[in-house]
């Protein structure tokens, strides 16, 4: 059992639909973290909020928003992605983060996305 | 910048072996280095982290790494390994300077065999 909840485990879409991924955590974390995961391959950094303030994009298509509703929820909106955006994506969460001093994440089991 | 290599792709090793996963890291400032399994079809779990202190580090389900600055190195460990380890293992890296953002090693797949 995780500590940090994705929802949903799979999800299948056309290229012109719009879903959302969900991530929940009830650890008190300040940090939330969605990465992409293609197989055989490490996470990718997407997105970091902190205190519920967008801190990094690391160039990320405008294909994939981001929403960070409140301390424990961060949602990923999709809306026209492209096949090769099919991959696992990660929710992760941690301490919050300061200057000088890096926690461990702890990651969700990922919602696995197939883009038809 | 901070960047990890994980020396070995594929460990293939016999129940009950010794197993050791090599990990160098790059950084120009003090670093915190963490190790990470990833069991099919699940997310990513915490093994053991670096922060300060004490250079040996010992994890969950028996692991332990050792932080080597000399060398840039921070390799995991396990005396005896179980068919239930086999996964991929990544090892990561952050830093003061980067707050937020781990740097993660292309992963190692160990495989247990009986």
């Known amino acids: 059992d995780t500590e940090v909840t994705q929802t949903p485990k799979h999800l299948v879409m056309g290229m012109t639909n719009k879903k959302s991924l969900k991530c929940e955590q009830h650890m008190g974390h300040r940090a939330m973290y969605w990465y992409k995961q293609k197989a055989k391959k490490p996470p990718e950094l997407m997105f970091v909020?902190?205190?519920?303030?967008?801190?990094i994009n690391e160039s990320v298509p405008s294909r994939f928003s981001p929403e960070c509703p409140n301390s424990s929820l961060l949602n990923l909106h999709l809306h026209a992605l492209q096949p090769e955006d099919s991959a696992l994506y990660l929710c992760a969460s941690s301490q919050a983060i300061l200057q000088g001093n890096n926690q461990p994440q702890h990651f969700g089991d990922g919602t696995r996305l197939s883009i038809l | 910048a901070q960047s990890v290599t994980q020396l070995d792709s594929q460990v293939p090793v016999f129940e009950e072996a010794p197993v050791e996963l090599r990990c160098n890291y790059s950084s120009s400032v003090s670093v915190y280095l963490f190790w990470y399994v990833q069991y099919p079809n699940q997310g990513l779990q915490l093994l053991l982290k670096y922060l300060s202190g004490s250079t040996l580090v010992k994890g969950i389900n028996g692991f332990e790494a050792e932080f080597n600055k000399s060398q840039t190195s921070f390799h995991l460990r396990k005396p005896s390994v179980h068919i239930s380890d086999t996964a991929e293992y990544f090892c990561a890296v952050s830093s003061g300077a980067n707050a937020g953002k781990s740097t993660f090693g292309d992963g190692t797949t160990l495989t247990v065999k009986p």
């Open positions: 909020y902190s205190y519920e303030k967008l801190s």
